[in-house]
């Protein structure tokens, strides 16, 4: 279970999460954190479907890592409702280096679990995932 290049296993918590928000549309966001005791990953907060981008953006701490998932609806020039959702890998500059290299070594084994991700999004500071970046990239 766990992988060989991080030794990070992933929580089964985390895959039943991210169903309930891929199928069901149970949650706006979810927030993942390796616990490094543990060596895994865990699930950190759920966000529920009423909560908006701007709730997203603030339950990522200003100084550690995590990796995200955001659920964004949206209307195409078309006038259709449409929803996309983003891997976020949440890396920014003031965090340790130790946490950046775990969570770049275990991202993509992390991603591989999560089945139905549209766009990925890396990002070192919150204008990397701004709203109109998500915007653009939904589209």
């Not at 998932?69 to 449409?82: A, G, L, P, R, S």
């Not at 965090?95 to 549209?118: C, N, P, T, W």
Request: net charge neutral.
């Amino acid at each position: 279970m766990a992988n060989a290049a991080s030794g990070m296993a992933i929580n089964d918590d985390c895959k039943l999460k991210f169903l309930e928000l891929k199928a069901k549309r149970t949650y706006r966001f979810i927030v993942f954190k390796i616990d490094e005791k543990l060596k895994q990953v865990i699930v950190e907060k759920v966000g529920e479907p009423t909560l908006g981008y701007d709730d997203f953006a603030a339950s990522l701490p200003t100084n550690e890592c995590r990796y995200a998932i955001y659920d964004f609806d949206f209307v195409t020039e078309e006038n259709c409702q449409k929803s996309k959702i983003f891997f976020i890998a949440w890396s920014p500059d003031t965090s340790r280096v130790r946490s950046k290299m775990l969570y770049a070594s275990s991202k993509d084994r992390f991603k591989r679990e999560l089945d139905g991700i549209h766009v990925e999004l890396q990002a070192t500071d919150p204008t990397e995932m701004g709203l109109d970046v998500i915007r653009g990239r939904a589209n």
